[in-house]
């Protein structure tokens, strides 16, 4: 499984309104601030200025310490893990800080398939065909199951859909705060692996997605997806996609979650 790195950047929307990092900007500064103690502490930069060495290095072994109790305390993304218990102690960690979406998500993936076969189908054949009965046309409805796991340190999100008895690992993935509509906003890019070859069908494809999680309800996401399934003869699809979180579990193999498309 490809682990994804947390993307810390910040964009701006239409109105150029500000995307917000998912770590607040005092958690980075304390890490800076104990990285340049640590730093100064191992050179002879201050000596000549008069200041006195082993108060600098007691302070930066005593935030050294305090790195590595956090980064301890955060390693773990089992449901069991420290920090997993104190944020379902105290939802609110979940804005404040960074949110706690570990978990099997169950869902649907609706696509534009029934549209990108109307379309071939007229391409073959003599009859007109009026492009705007491609909206009256309903998206073609797949059962998803997504697996994600996710901590202070980065993201892992694999999934499986059973129309194609495929798999995706997630290649990259980015999680932003988005203040305006009070969300958090996961981006990633996937390698899609088809289990079962068919003619209208590419066996391996890449392909991104981008979910919203709304603070005030994060067992829920709604969002889009894009491939590049068999581009070259315009069978690439996009759709949307909704999940509800199904469980707190996140240390599933491909095989058992399969499963929870069968319930």
Not at 13 to 32: A, F, G
Not at 33 to 50: C, D, K, M, R, Y
Not at 177 to 204: F, G
Not at 239 to 258: H, N, P, T, V, Y
């Amino acid at each position: 499984m490809v682990v994804g790195t947390l993307i810390f950047k910040c964009q701006r929307d239409t109105k150029r309104e500000r995307m917000q990092r998912v770590i607040p900007k005092w958690l980075w500064t304390m890490s800076l601030v104990a990285f340049g103690l640590a730093l100064l502490s191992s050179t002879e930069i201050l000596q000549p200025l008069g200041i006195r060495m082993p108060a600098i290095r007691l302070a930066s072994s005593a935030a050294s310490i305090a790195i590595l109790v956090l980064s301890a305390f955060f390693a773990s993304n089992g449901r069991w893990a420290p920090w997993r218990i104190l944020w379902r102690a105290f939802p609110s960690l979940n804005k404040l800080l960074f949110p706690d979406l570990n978990g099997i998500w169950v869902g649907t993936a609706h696509s534009n398939w029934a549209a990108i076969e109307r379309l071939r189908s007229a391409a073959s054949s003599e009859k007109a065909m009026v492009l705007d009965d491609l909206f009256d046309l309903e998206l073609t409805y797949s059962p998803i199951v997504i697996q994600i796991k996710c901590t202070i340190f980065g993201i892992r999100i694999v999934s499986h859909q059973s129309n194609t008895q495929s798999k995706s690992f997630a290649m990259s993935t980015g999680i932003e705060r988005n203040e305006k509509s009070d969300s958090y906003i996961l981006t990633y890019t996937y390698r899609q692996e088809n289990s079962i070859r068919i003619a209208t069908d590419s066996e391996v494809h890449v392909g991104a997605a981008v979910l919203e999680f709304e603070y005030g309800d994060l067992t829920r996401a709604i969002g889009s997806y894009w491939t590049k399934r068999c581009w070259e003869d315009g069978r690439n699809t996009a759709g949307r996609i909704a999940l509800k979180k199904e469980s707190d579990e996140s240390q599933l193999s491909i095989s058992e979650l399969s499963k929870h498309l069968e319930n």
